[in-house]
């Protein structure tokens, strides 16, 4: 007879694999993340750190902002995740995440510069600030930018009506889709500068950069390495690549948006992070307005 057992905690379960069900990968994760509502750029809510032994993966890292603390007057909260899809630690390495949500400065409607490079009040982050820290366990974390393994970072963006309205402000004769400006390579993991003060997407903020470098591939990660045959042995060839998945949910079968919204990157540094239009959008798009440019190619999955 089955003897059923109730875990009260992710950390339960997850302990009771690692135990005994050494064979199966549990996967690692961590706690509910909590995001700072203070409406400041250096509060973040509560850390959390897991340690990854040498050789092991950093496959399967997942955070995702579920509560907020502070004093509240941050101008919204998008629940973000962040998930670390591949990558392999070259020695015991601790990871941490903290978050925060997006200040005044860098909201739609009252966003200033710097941090973000575009005037008028109409550039915006389209999600939550991690603050993500990857170092050898026993050591200080570095403070700012430093170099680490490669890994590849996923985080979510905020989609739909409001970042189609973002885009629309630039140009009234401008009516994007979603989709258009994913085609146009305009979606990016962005990182803070903090000797400029600014958010960017230059080159991602990489120290290095690989050999067969794929940008703005649009579908999943899983779909790329697939192609590509990425393994963590040989993704530093790919370090500085970059895709979008965007899978749109069909309005009539449901009243709650199902779709999957996902910009990956291949990095190796720590920063905060957040997702964003290009810093320079604005410009791109009053000219695709007025015929000026062409847009880039991407690469497909399909």
């Known amino acids: 007879m089955l003897k059923k057992t109730i875990f009260r905690s992710a950390a339960a379960f997850s302990m009771f694999l690692a135990t005994c069900l050494p064979g199966l990968d549990a ?14 750029m250096n509060t973040y809510g509560a850390e959390e750190t897991t340690t990854i032994l040498a050789g092991e993966s950093f496959a399967g890292l997942t955070s995702t902002v579920t509560s907020t603390s502070g004093l509240g007057t941050s101008p919204r909260v998008f629940n973000s995740t962040m998930s670390i899809l591949a990558g392999k630690a070259s020695k015991d390495t601790t990871v941490s995440v903290k ?21 008028g009040g109409f550039s915006s982050l389209l999600s939550d600030v991690v603050d993500l820290n990857i170092y050898e366990t026993g050591t200080t974390p570095p403070t700012g930018t430093y170099q680490t393994d490669v890994y590849v970072l996923q985080m979510t963006y905020e989609g739909g009506s409001f970042l189609e309205d973002y885009v629309y ?21 962005t ?21 067969n470098v794929i940008e703005n591939y ?7 390495a697939t192609q590509y045959g990425v393994t963590d042995d040989n993704l530093g060839d790919f370090l500085g ?21 996902h910009i990956w990157a291949v990095l190796d540094h720590t920063t905060p992070f957040a997702t964003s239009p290009e810093p320079s959008t604005a410009s791109l798009i009053l000219l695709a307005g007025m015929g000026m440019i062409m847009r880039r190619g991407r690469q497909t999955s399909r």
């Open 99 to 119: 978050w925060r949500a997006v200040t005044d400065a860098e909201y739609y409607g009252t966003s200033t510069v710097p941090p973000l490079n575009d005037s």
């Open 241 to 261: 690549s970059w895709g979008v998945e965007f899978v749109e949910d069909d309005p009539n079968t449901t009243d709650v948006d199902e779709s999957v919204r």
């Open 191 to 211: 990182f803070y500068d903090s000797t400029t003060g600014f958010w960017s997407d230059e080159d991602l903020g990489n120290f290095g950069v690989g050999t």
């Open 218 to 224: 649009f579908g999943s990660w899983s779909s790329f």
């Open 169 to 189: 402000e630039y140009g009234s004769t401008i009516d994007w889709t979603e989709q258009d400006i994913i085609d146009a390579a305009e979606l990016w993991i």
């Open 27 to 40: 996967g690692a994760s961590f706690a509910e993340a909590t995001a700072d509502t203070s409406n400041d």
